[in-house]
């Protein structure tokens, strides 16, 4: 078994106007099943794939919103959003969707891994992980 | 150093697979190995063998078909991406009731796995993409 | 510990060489390729953000592909340095990982 690699998708397109959204989710969802260290980062565009209320009924598509509320069951330990990107566009973090995590070997708990973080902090991310996936 | 590419764009519509062809063939020139060839979103439509590109310019399906065949490589064609835009194989084919095939011989059709495997096991993971 | 960092799309079509410079961290290496390469042009908009980059990075750009839009190197800011397919590989392997800001 190889050593456990850091990955982090990075999300920068907003959802439904393109598929990227939706299908970087399902590598994340098939990536569960290989149990490495698994962050999100949301920026640019990106930060709309978590707004509350997203509603396609009129558009015909398919609404997959509810599957981020699921990440936590899914090896994601941290879903970072770049404070920039939300300001920019008149977003708060009352704007987005609450993430729950559990580990189930430590009982540990964090309500919501949906977190803001500043440039600086984004670029340690980034910086840090051994392999970053972008759609 | 071991390679992992993605591409998620289809022939001749991005410079994508372009890049990532060029890309792919300098290493392993170099003698560099390439784990596998992915190709996700519009990406899937590489593996088609049913393009007659004008004759004055690339064939991009076909000179993945030559390179993969010179260096054994895997190219695979995600299987959700591929349903989702009718890249179909035998399998899929008899599976989903399809009366046709277009994969190229060279391509296979398999799942995300492949992708997430190919970038645990190689050093560098490659994106090429819009 | 760096990372090389590609940019694909001209700064003038995307946001993607902004994005990438926000937080690509100091002595990263950043790698323009197809329309990205327009960013490595003097005199345009985007000029003064690829020179402030050169402070802090390496910079370098697709020679195949400024050529292929008739972008001759003489136009190439100063201290952009220019490299082939082969020259893309040699960086990857220089560098930790890469980051693709498409």
């Known amino acids: 078994m190889s050593e456990i690699k850091n990955f982090l998708y990075l999300n920068r397109r907003a959802p439904y106007g393109t598929i990227y959204a939706w299908e970087s989710l399902e590598v994340v969802l098939i990536g569960a099943a290989f149990d490495q260290k698994v962050d999100l980062f949301f920026v640019d565009d990106g930060v709309y794939q978590l707004t509350k209320g997203q509603d396609t009924a009129g558009i015909g598509m398919k609404n997959f919103s509810a ?4 990440l936590g069951d899914y090896g994601v330990r941290h879903m970072y959003v770049d404070r920039q990107s939300l300001e920019s566009r008149g977003l708060t973090q009352n704007d987005l969707i609450q993430v729950a995590w559990e580990d189930f070997e430590t009982d540990e708990q964090v309500d919501n ?6 440039a600086d902090q984004a670029s340690e991310v980034l910086g840090a992980a051994d392999v970053v996936f972008s759609f | 150093m071991k390679l992992a590419i993605q591409i998620n764009e289809g022939p001749y519509q991005h410079q994508a697979s372009d890049t990532a062809y060029h890309f792919t063939k300098a290493a ?28 004055d310019d690339r064939n991009v399906v076909n000179r993945w078909a030559e390179l993969a065949e010179k260096y054994e490589l895997d190219m ?38 492949q992708l997430v495997e190919a970038a645990i096991q190689s050093d560098r993971l490659m994106v090429f993409g819009d | 510990m760096s990372d090389l960092h590609t940019v694909n799309k001209s700064p003038f079509d995307k946001n993607s060489l902004d994005t990438c410079l926000r937080f690509a961290q100091a002595g990263s290496s950043i790698l323009l390729i197809e329309d990205g390469v327009y960013g490595a042009v003097k005199g345009t908009v985007a000029e003064a953000k690829i020179r402030d980059a050169l402070a802090k990075h390496k910079v370098y750009a697709m020679a195949p592909d400024l050529r292929a839009r008739g972008m001759t190197e003489d136009r190439v800011i100063e201290g952009v340095g220019l490299v082939d397919y082969a020259g893309f590989v040699d960086l990857v392997e220089s560098n930790d990982k890469v980051q693709a800001w498409l």
């Open chain 1, 67 to 70: 599957t981020y509320r699921t």
């Open chain 2, 76 to 113: 695979v064609v995600c299987v959700a991406a591929a349903q989702r835009r009718g890249l179909v194989d035998e399998g899929e084919a008899k599976r989903n009731g399809k009366d046709a095939t277009n994969i190229h011989p060279r391509f296979r059709i398999s799942g995300l796995g």
């Open chain 2, 28 to 55: 392993l020139e170099k003698g560099h190995q390439v784990f596998r060839v992915f190709f996700y979103h519009d990406g899937v439509n590489n593996g088609t063998r049913l393009t007659t590109p004008p004759q």
């Open chain 1, 113 to 118: 891994i949906v977190e803001v973080i500043e």
